[in-house]
Nanobody, 121 residues
Framework: EVQFVESGGGLVQAGGSLRLSCVTS????????LGWFRQAPGKEREGVSC???????YYRDSVKGRFTISSDNAKSTFYLQMNNLKPEDTAVYFC???????????????WGQGTQVTVSS
């Protein structure tokens, strides 16, 4: 069974940093595109950052230069390093796996429980 367990969220002041982790099971990470989505209150989920199958790293414009996605296949875990956090980054963050342009196309796969990130001003 495919599973995602997110962790690393919390409350941080603007300008601070957090590192999110996603422990995966039930599939081989190297065979899939990996990604982080987020959902802010009253808004739709949006793709934040993904590693595509060809190794390309996608970042939505609002996080470019601040967030970095990485993966460790040996640990079945991938990460999202978030620096210079802003109040508008406040959301529940989810990790997912799939194919193609994971962050840019509709996603209909499995979701984890998410991890809350709250950035105070």
């Amino acid at each position: 069974e495919v599973q995602f367990v997110e962790s690393g969220g919390g409350l941080v002041q603007a300008g601070g940093s957090l590192r999110l982790s996603c422990v995966t099971s039930g599939f081989t990470m190297g065979d899939y595109a990996l990604g982080w989505f987020r959902q802010a209150p009253g808004k739709e989920r949006e793709g934040v950052s993904c590693i595509y199958g060809n190794g390309y790293r996608y970042y939505r414009d609002s996080v470019k230069g601040r967030f970095t996605i990485s993966s460790d296949n040996a640990k079945s875990t991938f990460y999202l390093q978030m620096n210079n956090l802003k109040p508008e980054d406040t959301a529940v963050y989810f990790c997912v796996a799939g194919f193609g342009r994971l962050c840019e196309d509709p996603y209909f796969g499995r979701w984890g429980q998410g991890t809350q990130v709250t950035v105070s001003s």
